[in-house]
């Protein structure tokens, strides 16, 4: 699998721009697990526009849902002095998902130790949101931070 790049257009009060460099819009990006499974993993590559005034911040990336990270690794690193993220999903597991019954009870009782079977499906869907500040603002504690660019791996048949 190739590793993907898109370029980010931050926006300080509406939806971010994800583009492709195929030029399409990349909020949904769905992958092939299959292509995940042998050792390989994925470069997500997000690139802030050239005449940004914005940085990517801290780890660059906010992971709000990824229920299953047990099953899959997600590592991210900010470089090129704030202006690039890298996003990693390695080590994918399939057939490793906690069911709906088994990520609420989780959810609902997080002082109480919890057992549960794993469900058989592959797809597995990772929410995240990337962090930028403005790079005028070198001492604000002021986050901005997009909407949610979906990873969804799953099973894909062929064509």
Do not use: C
Not at 20 to 40: F, H, P, Q, V
Not at 61 to 74: G, H, P, V
Not at 101 to 106: G, I, S, V
Not at 132 to 145: A, G, P, Q, W
């Amino acid at each position: 699998m190739n590793d993907l790049s898109f370029r980010v257009i931050p926006n300080e009060n509406d939806s971010w721009e994800f583009i492709s460099k195929s030029g399409s819009n990349a909020e949904d990006i769905k992958i092939n697990y299959k292509e995940l499974t042998t050792g390989r993993s994925l470069n997500l590559y997000y690139e802030l526009a050239n005449e940004s005034e914005w940085t990517f911040s801290e780890n660059g990336s906010y992971f709000s849902d990824a229920k299953d990270n047990f099953s899959y690794q997600l590592n991210s690193l900010v470089a090129n002095e704030g202006k690039s993220l890298i996003i990693t999903i390695s080590s994918i597991l399939p057939h490793q998902a906690l069911s709906q019954e088994l990520n609420k009870l989780l959810a609902e009782n997080p002082k109480k130790v919890v057992s549960g079977q794993l469900d058989q499906r592959t797809n597995y869907e990772i929410n995240f949101r990337l962090i930028t500040k403005k790079s005028t603002d070198v001492n604000s504690l002021m986050r901005y931070f997009s909407q949610d660019p979906r990873v969804i791996i799953e099973d894909m048949e062929p064509d």
